[in-house]
């Protein structure tokens, strides 16, 4: 817990410090494209809260080590696995310049140091038949790797809102912890708690005004510490279930499946092509946007807070089961189940335009002006606003061009 505590204050200070010093830099690696339509914020921001959170994850790390060698040892080590892919997307919000192809090379690097310096490989997945193919070395590397690409793009893709990528790693952190503390693995409760302290200060200037962003670099560094002890969960602890980890992470591993399949095969589009119909994009824009519906900065920046716990109860709800069944395969599998039918329902709701009315658990007050635009505007409004899989009425949709 001292760990923690040491984590949150760094991270706390250096996000202070970036602060200060993005404002005094004009430019240092500001998010100033407010008029993108994939951006949920009013006015610049820096994006480069991912060095605070390292910043802190390192400094504790090394305070861990100052009182046990071995398992500091093991922090330190995936920590400088962690960084190619932390330099690649922090390089990105600084520069706006690093190629999508060079920053998932540098995430493989990570993956290649993790092999090489802890023996990182997804042990089994409790499948006889695929079990026994994990034994050759190249499978295995290539399934670790596949798993570390896409937790690492899932945690990315899910930052778009304040507050909600932290809060949903913080969660994941913490049921790591639980997990590693049942089974008695002080490394995976001491990296655990270590991260959580690490996103908990940063989370103090992110939620809910949204005064400091994560980055590329803090979503890719989240994601990959998050991967890699999910998979090093299982391969110390033969009682944990190999499909802990899958019902952990879902809701980021959802939206990377769900993201390639609607731009792929709804659209006709590269998978990698960037988007505004995300689940909460559609929660910020249907379901809150009714709430508290003014366009005005301040009630944007309002409804970009209102919007994030909506989506924290979701991953909850893979979260809770996965760590009170750690261990429970079968019933791993059933929540998995669930969840994934829970999301792909929640999501078509939305987007047909039938919000479900228990979501709207807050009415505006009459003094705030209420923007719902009739079916008739919706030609007109912003191309994500018209984000349907198929309209209430099995007529043609209002844009071919989204789902």
């Known amino acids: ?16 410090a970036i602060l200060r010093l993005a404002y005094l830099v004009k430019g240092l690696g500001m998010d100033a494209d407010v008029h993108e339509r994939r951006r949920l914020h009013s006015q610049p921001v820096p994006r480069i809260g991912g060095l605070a959170v390292f910043a802190a994850a390192l400094i504790g790390g090394v305070l861990i080590w100052l009182r046990s060698p071995v398992t500091g040892g093991l922090i330190l080590t995936l920590l400088v696995c962690a960084l190619p892919s932390f330099a690649g997307g922090f390089f990105e919000d600084l520069t706006a310049g690093v190629r999508p192809r060079l920053r998932i090379l ?36 290539a399934l670790t790797a596949l798993a570390l690409l896409t937790i690492t793009n899932g945690i990315n893709l899910i930052d778009g809102l304040n507050g909600l990528a932290g809060m949903v790693c913080l969660s994941m952190f913490g049921g790591l912890a639980m997990v590693g503390y049942h089974v008695g693995d002080a490394f995976i409760v001491s990296t655990s708690l270590l ?27 989240l994601g990959f510490m998050l991967g890699a002890l999910s998979i090093l969960l299982v391969a110390r602890n033969p009682s944990v279930s190999a499909w ?33 119909a995300h689940l909460h994009h559609l929660i910020y824009r249907r379901v809150v946007r009714w709430a508290v519906g003014s366009e005005l900065p301040r009630s944007k920046q309002q409804r970009n807070a209102f919007a994030s ?23 791993l599998c059933g929540f998995l189940v669930l ?15 039938r919000v479900p009315r228990w979501l709207i658990i807050r009415r505006a007050h009459r003094s705030t002006r209420i923007v719902v635009r009739p079916p008739a505007e919706l030609h007109r409004a912003d191309p994500v606003d018209r984000v349907q899989l198929k309209p209430a009425d099995g007529t043609a949709g209002a844009d071919p061009g989204h789902p």
């Not at 540098?106 to 409790?126: F, H, Q």
């Not at 939206?255 to 792929?264: G, I, K, Y």
């Open 1 to 16: 817990m001292v760990s923690f505590g040491v984590a949150l204050l760094v991270s706390l200070l250096v996000s202070l």
């Open 106 to 141: 540098l995430m493989l690097v990570s993956t290649l140091l993790a092999l090489m310096l802890l023996d990182l490989r997804v042990p089994r997945v409790d499948l006889p038949v695929i079990d026994a193919m994990l034994q050759i070395g190249w499978i295995a590397f």
């Open 195 to 221: 991260m959580a302290g690490s996103i908990a200060g940063f989370q103090f200037w992110n939620y809910p005004r949204g005064h400091l962003f994560l980055g590329d670099g803090g979503a890719y560094f």
């Open 244 to 276: 802990f980890p899958p019902l952990l992470l879902a809701y980021p591993l959802l939206e990377v499946a769900f993201s390639m399949w609607r731009r792929r095969f709804l659209r006709g589009q590269s998978s990698g092509m960037p988007d505004a």
């Open 309 to 331: 716990p909506y989506l924290w109860v979701l991953s909850s709800l893979a979260v809770v089961p996965a760590v009170i069944f750690h261990a429970e395969g079968m019933a």
């Open 339 to 353: 969840f994934v039918v829970s999301y792909v329902w929640l999501y078509i709701r939305i987007a047909r335009m």
